[in-house]
């Protein structure tokens, strides 16, 4: 008897389960790939726009990019990325009429979720992997605009967005948006923040939201004392008060929005990104304006707020993004000097901060990684050895092999 013959008398059964063992070691054999290190210790991968996040799929094998329009008659969108085995390569770009900002990725890994100004755009990530028409659903509400961030609920139930432009963050009802096909009765309702809420922050248990706001809310009360954004005199006479970070009760959030913020603890002089440490006892926050990477107390964030601050660590100039490195080890955080005419060929850096250290103030800081102009948002590949960043004026994304990262101490 032939092998063939043997083939086809093979029953039914083990023909599937040879054909169900075969996808599961090619798949294996993929994520491998995708997880191998980087060709480069740095290497760049060119956009067409302004990158603002890079955002890996769970398996690190896709990156998705979202951009602003590079120039006034340009259109933004969302350029998508193929990690074949530590080399990555523009595959496609898909346009959006208002760009992309902050994005987030659902839970089950199917749909991608894009901040975009006005909108919120929804994506079919596998049919954005094979260059199918993948937008599935925009919502849009009246008056309310500047959509800067996004974040989803563990379960995938619930969906936040961070309105900068309204000062506030919608909160939908994404399974009900998803049955709906997106027909923009999902709004369960708005929670009130200060002037430029942008971070949107889950804590591990998924009970709290942690979100900055670049200005307290008016409730607060608290005095003018920041100076101008921008401005490189220390003793410039202040124009807005301290920024904010506000703890929101999830589950509360759900129900009555508008009344859900539990705490509001003063974070620096424009904070404007929050990040947790894995356990998620320490919340990390950029504070622009002071140039400052700041640490909190996530318990005291939620609980008693007295003494919530515990350090604040000098950086470069008008910090944005954080990333957590090393089993939280080590804090990086990028120096945008967005407002100093960055023009596309600047370098600018990323400073390394001890985390173990941070009461140390300037002492904690041991190293830098170069970058390029307006460096904004870092993400990590899957493990938390290869690092994305956004320069957001150079027009590209920065990927770094963190393994082969020397800090000198």
Same mark, same amino acid.
């Given at each position: 008897? &032939?092998?063939?013959?043997?083939?086809?008398?093979?029953?039914?059964?083990?023909?599937?389960?040879?054909?169900?063992?075969?996808? +599961?070691?090619?798949?294996?054999?993929?994520?491998?790939?995708?997880?191998?290190?980087?060709?480069?210790?740095?290497?760049?991968?060119?956009?067409?726009?302004?990158?603002?996040?890079?955002?890996?799929?769970?398996?690190?094998?896709?990156?998705?990019?979202?951009?602003?329009?590079?120039?006034?008659?340009?259109?933004?969108?969302?350029?998508?990325?193929?990690?074949?085995?530590?080399?990555?390569?523009?595959?496609?770009?898909?346009?959006?009429?208002?760009?992309? &900002?902050?994005?987030?990725?659902?839970?089950?890994?199917?749909?991608?979720?894009?901040?975009?100004?006005?909108?919120?755009?929804?994506?079919?990530?596998?049919?954005?992997?094979?260059?199918?028409?993948?937008?599935?659903?925009?919502?849009?509400?009246?008056?309310?605009?500047?959509?800067?961030?996004?974040?989803?609920?563990?379960?995938?139930?619930?969906?936040?967005? +961070?309105?900068?432009?309204?000062?506030?963050?919608?909160?939908?009802?994404?399974?009900?948006?998803?049955?709906?096909?997106?027909?923009?009765?999902?709004?369960?309702?708005?929670?009130?923040?200060?002037?430029?809420?942008? +971070?949107?922050?889950?804590?591990?248990?998924?009970?709290?939201?942690?979100?900055?706001?670049?200005?307290? #809310?008016?409730?607060?009360?608290?005095?003018?004392?920041?100076?101008?954004?921008?401005? &490189?005199?220390?003793?410039?006479? #202040?124009?807005?008060?301290?920024?904010?970070?506000?703890?929101?009760?999830?589950?509360?959030?759900?129900?009555?929005?508008?009344?859900?913020?539990?705490?509001?603890?003063?974070?620096?002089?424009?904070?404007?990104?929050?990040?947790?440490?894995?356990?998620?006892?320490?919340?990390?926050?950029?504070?622009?304006?002071?140039?400052?990477?700041?640490?909190?107390?996530?318990?005291?964030?939620?609980?008693?707020?007295?003494?919530?601050?515990?350090?604040?660590?000098?950086?470069?100039?008008?910090?944005?993004?954080?990333?957590?490195?090393?089993?939280?080890?080590?804090?990086?955080?990028?120096?945008?000097?967005?407002?100093?005419?960055?023009?596309?060929?600047?370098?600018?850096?990323?400073?390394?901060?001890?985390?173990?250290?941070?009461?140390?103030?300037?002492?904690?800081?041991?190293?830098?990684?170069?970058?390029?102009?307006?460096?904004?948002?870092?993400?990590?590949?899957?493990?938390?050895?290869?690092?994305?960043?956004?320069?957001?004026?150079?027009?590209?994304?920065?990927?770094?092999?963190?393994?082969?990262?020397?800090?000198?101490?």
């Amino acid at each position: 008897m &032939t092998s063939a013959t043997r083939r086809r008398l093979l029953p039914f059964t083990a023909i599937v389960a040879l054909t169900i063992a075969g996808t +599961a070691r090619a798949a294996r054999a993929q994520t491998a790939a995708c997880s191998a290190p980087p060709d480069e210790a740095t290497a760049f991968v060119t956009v067409p726009g302004h990158p603002f996040q890079a955002l890996p799929s769970a398996d690190g094998c896709w990156v998705f990019v979202s951009m602003a329009p590079a120039s006034p008659n340009a259109q933004g969108g969302i350029a998508v990325l193929r990690n074949m085995g530590g080399h990555f390569r523009l595959q496609r770009v898909l346009a959006l009429p208002t760009g992309g &900002t902050g994005m987030t990725l659902t839970n089950d890994g199917a749909l991608l979720v894009v901040a975009a100004g006005r909108v919120v755009d929804f994506l079919d990530v596998g049919l954005l992997t094979t260059g199918g028409d993948a937008v599935v659903g925009t919502l849009e509400e009246n008056n309310v605009i500047g959509r800067i961030y996004a974040t989803v609920t563990p379960d995938d139930r619930t969906l936040f967005i +961070a309105n900068e432009n309204s000062a506030s963050i919608t909160v939908y009802d994404l399974a009900k948006a998803r049955a709906t096909k997106f027909d923009g009765k999902s709004v369960i309702g708005e929670i009130p923040t200060g002037r430029a809420p942008i +971070a949107l922050t889950l804590s591990p248990d998924g009970k709290y939201l942690f979100t900055t706001s670049q200005a307290a #809310p008016p409730g607060a009360k608290w005095p003018v004392d920041c100076r101008p954004q921008g401005s &490189t005199d220390a003793n410039a006479a #202040p124009d807005h008060v301290h920024g904010a970070i506000l703890v929101v009760d999830v589950a509360r959030a759900q129900r009555e929005p508008s009344r859900s913020v539990l705490n509001t603890v003063r974070a620096g002089c424009n904070p404007v990104r929050l990040v947790l440490s894995p356990q998620g006892d320490v919340a990390y926050v950029s504070a622009r304006t002071d140039n400052a990477l700041l640490a909190f107390d996530t318990r005291k964030l939620v609980g008693d707020t007295a003494g919530a601050l515990l350090a604040s660590v000098p950086v470069g100039t008008a910090p944005v993004g954080i990333a957590v490195i090393e089993g939280g080890a080590k804090v990086l955080v990028t120096n945008s000097n967005r407002f100093g005419g960055a023009g596309a060929d600047d370098k600018q850096s990323v400073t390394i901060v001890d985390a173990r250290r941070m009461r140390d103030g300037a002492a904690a800081v041991i190293g830098s990684i170069p970058a390029g102009a307006f460096p904004r948002e870092m993400r990590l590949l899957p493990g938390g050895r290869v690092l994305l960043l956004t320069n957001f004026n150079s027009n590209n994304v920065e990927i770094v092999d963190l393994t082969r990262l020397a800090t000198g101490k």
